[in-house]
């Protein structure tokens, strides 16, 4: 039979235009679990109900013929959980913290006794993720607005962890803010904006400011609600990233109104004379 290489090549070129540009990184969470008595035996049929707080919006599942449950697609927020079996009396946990792409899973024990009966917990150890072998640093909503910023710029928080470096710009002096994984250039890594690709450039990606590739460092910190960077071994999700992934999550809304206000002032009044200079410049930033 005779090969038709003119196809060939254009599958190959479809599959790698398609490769490079599937990224879809993950913004919500998964949250998995099994139910059990005081004796270690699995509970099918138990009513699982996850709202979240600042929303109220109700994830609900039930337990399988295992005693075990998987919550899906759980957009990022703190949240309550609540077991409910006909014989035992009701499981409640509040304040989960959940972020983007994290994966949880945990056994909850059920104490026998009336449903009009509850044991509530208010605080638990901090979830850990035991389904995935990737690193993650995450910095959530009050990290984000506590964390000193030079300039209210939320680059300026990236380097806390471990293995995240600024790096050098590139030679046409348009590449913003360029950033370094693991020892990595800066084409190893990836950025997301809620799981969209904020790359600036393919071969040589930036979080760029004004006269950059993109306007990820001009981005609100008010409007952040999480940054999350991952490395190590990385799931398939990030394939396109040998050293690793940074993303930013914004906030979404709450069922309680609320708002913030910033100013910045820097006046002539507030700097200091430079040693060349023979008085201090006329300048204001606000």
Known sequence: ?????????????????????????????????IVTDSSGAVLPGADIQL??????ALIQRITSETGEFVLDYVPVGTYTLKIVMPGFKIYESRGIPLGAAQNVRRTYVMEVGSPTDSVTV????????????????????????SL?????????????????????????????NRFRLNGLGGSAMTVTADGADANGNASSPTIGGFGGYNKIDVMSSESVAEVQVVKGVLPAEYGSAMAGNL???????????????????EGSALSARLPILAREPNSVWN
């Open 148 to 176: 000193p910023m030079v300039n209210r710029n939320i680059t300026n928080i990236l380097e806390i962890g471990s293995g995240l470096t600024r790096g050098q710009p590139t030679a046409n002096g348009q590449a913003g």
């Open 247 to 265: 993303s930013l999550i914004t906030k979404s809304g709450t069922n309680e109104w609320h708002g913030s206000l910033f100013h910045r002032y």
């Open 1 to 33: 039979m005779r090969l038709n290489t003119s196809k060939v090549s254009l599958m190959f070129l479809f599959v790698f235009v398609i490769a490079q540009l599937s990224f879809g990184q993950r913004t919500t969470a998964t949250f998995a679990g």
């Open 122 to 145: 208010t605080g638990e150890a901090p979830l850990v993720n035991t389904l995935s072998p990737e690193q993650r640093l995450s910095l959530e909503t009050l990290e984000v607005r």
């Open 51 to 56: 709202v979240n707080a600042g929303t109220s």
